[in-house]
């Protein structure tokens, strides 16, 4: 609750929904009639079958727009509903901020009559193939390793579940994490930053030096030079991944 009293207050500005990313998690969802949001933040992503948004921080919820399904103040290990509440329960890039995740995705199953959605990464796939981390920021990644929650895990806390694949367009407008891969001049952005809890809670001074080489690579062109081949993709796959779980 802390956390996002202090990152949320830029979500505004850089943490939009992107249509194509809201366009699998809402075919994921399927046919569901009624979908509770957990960690719902802003309320990015929500479909208009929204019935109630649970967020800890009231920063965050002071941001959702006129009109957004109602939210509540509370958090994922103690949700304030009645079991099978709805049809659907989604967690969308908010479990690595949990207290106790066993306990957040038994409340999820046990809100859902039908289906469960987590939005979420994998750590291991992330280290490999995002140049932020392997180049630049290992200490991002080192950070993320003490929260990362294996989606191995996450499906079996989850009773099984199908993975989906998702793939962050070179022009994505949700500024979360890998969001800018193609973009990297995005990263020397405070602004940007403050909005990836992987890169606002380290804090700058642990990541300056990092961020000074980025800045000197790109200066000299090294970085287009040693990255060319990422200049002609449109997507990218790094390691997030759509959880979906039926019981």
């Known amino acids: 609750m802390t956390t996002y009293d202090t990152l949320g207050a830029t979500y505004a500005r850089t943490r939009r929904p992107d249509p194509r990313i809201a366009a699998q998690i809402h075919a994921a969802l399927g046919d ?22 649970v967020e800890p921080s009231q920063v965050m919820i002071t941001q959702r727009p ?5 939210a509540v103040r509370a958090v994922a ?34 809100a859902a009559r039908r289906r469960v959605l987590v939005l979420t990464w994998d750590q291991q796939v992330f280290r490999e193939r995002f140049w932020l981390v392997r180049e630049y ?34 022009d994505c407008v949700d500024g979360f994490g890998a969001a800018y891969w193609r973009r990297p001049h995005a990263y020397l952005d405070p602004h940007v930053r403050a909005g990836i809890s992987m ?6 001074d642990v990541l300056a030096p990092g961020l000074s080489r ?30 979906v779980a039926d019981h």
């Open 77 to 110: 290990e103690r949700l304030p509903v009645r079991d099978h509440a709805a049809d659907a329960a989604m967690a969308l890039l908010t479990i690595h901020h949990w207290t106790d995740p066993e306990a957040g995705i038994r409340e999820l199953r046990r």
């Open 137 to 170: 920021l290992p200490e991002a990644a080192a950070f993320d390793d003490t929260r990362a929650v294996p989606t191995d895990r996450l499906l079996d806390l989850l009773g099984g579940g199908r993975v989906e694949t998702v793939g962050i367009p070179h």
């Open 199 to 204: 890169l606002a809670q380290p804090g700058d």
């Open 32 to 53: 569901a009639a009624d979908v509770i949001n957990v960690g719902a933040g802003t309320g990015s992503y929500e479909p208009p079958r929204t019935v109630l948004a």
């Open 66 to 70: 006129p009109g957004a399904a109602p």
């Open 214 to 243: 980025l800045a000197a690579d790109l200066a000299d062109g090294s970085w287009h030079a040693r990255h060319a081949g990422l200049l002609t993709l449109d997507t990218i796959d790094v390691g997030y991944r759509l959880l």
